[in-house]
């Protein structure tokens, strides 16, 4: 019997590739939480800041979000940064499908140890962090980059070109939050931290305030709508500042339309 060995090896391929295929979990949305660790962030308000992101996976609001989704579940890692050659991930893509999967990821949240403290390089976080969705497993209706800080970029690549080179590469929507009253660092968040689809930019005035603001930022971001507080997201090249009890609310739309030499 002769063997047709091209029929063979197509066939091993295509096995491969619906193999892979099955392999990937699908999810409502694969969200990236980089958490800024730099200097200027001390002890006490690195504690804060994990806790709130610990409870609010561990409240109902998100909880419910992620329970009653399309999918009924999201893919989260975290990774903390600080200057160029300072980024780690801490959790890696965890899959959260169940009030038992969220209280497990804010508990392993809650249990991380500080890596390091260094300067704020913004850009090189996000230039770390993008390229981490590839071959992660899972397969979301949205790809979302959901970045912490509480000061400008000083150090390494322009948060700009970082987040232009994201979007480019796929990802859907990069989403602030600052946790100053700082108007420098509420300004380059606007203009050249956040971009993508209906990007948003919370303002908690203080690591107290952190907590809920992160918990209606996760919601958001699972039910694709803006936090609450929203009124309307602005034309391209306009600011809305909403203030709401002890938050700001900002939106900005990166322009879509290309420079003109």
């Known amino acids: 019997m002769r063997i047709n060995y091209l029929k063979v090896a197509t066939a091993v391929i295509l096995l491969s590739t619906s193999s892979a295929a099955y392999s990937v979990t699908q999810v409502d949305i694969e969200l990236q939480l980089l958490v800024d660790i730099s200097g200027s962030i001390n002890t006490q ?6 806790q709130g992101y610990q409870a609010a996976f561990e409240s109902n609001n998100v909880q419910n979000a ?18 160029p050659n300072q ?9 959260v499908d169940s009030e038992g999967s969220a209280d497990t990821l804010a508990a392993s949240i809650g249990a991380i140890a500080r890596p390091f403290s ?8 996000v230039e770390y962090a993008y390229p981490l969705f590839e071959n992660n497993g ?56 956040i971009a993508g689809e ?10 107290d305030d952190f907590q809920t603001a992160i918990e209606n930022k996760i919601v958001a971001e699972i039910e694709g709508s803006q936090p609450t507080g929203a009124v309307s997201v602005p034309e ?19 322009a879509t339309e290309e420079n003109i030499s």
């Open 138 to 193: 899972f397969e979301g209706f949205e790809q979302i980059i959901d970045i912490s800080g509480d000061g400008t970029n000083n150090s390494g690549v322009s948060p700009s070109v970082a987040t232009d080179n994201a979007i480019d590469a796929g990802v859907d929507t990069i989403n602030g939050i600052v946790i100053t009253t700082n108007q420098n660092v509420v300004d380059q968040y606007l203009d050249d931290v």
């Open 236 to 254: 391209p090249g306009t600011i809305g500042l909403f203030a709401i009890p002890a938050l700001f609310l900002c939106f900005r739309k990166r």
């Open 118 to 125: 260094g300067w704020t390089a913004i850009g090189e976080a």
């Open 45 to 50: 308000e690195y504690d804060l800041q994990l």
């Open 87 to 95: 980024q780690s991930v801490m959790i890696d893509w965890t899959l």
């Open 198 to 207: 209906s990007p948003f930019l919370l303002a908690p005035g203080n690591f």
């Open 66 to 83: 992620i329970i009653n989704g399309s999918e009924g579940q999201i893919a989260v890692q975290l990774i903390m940064w600080s200057g």
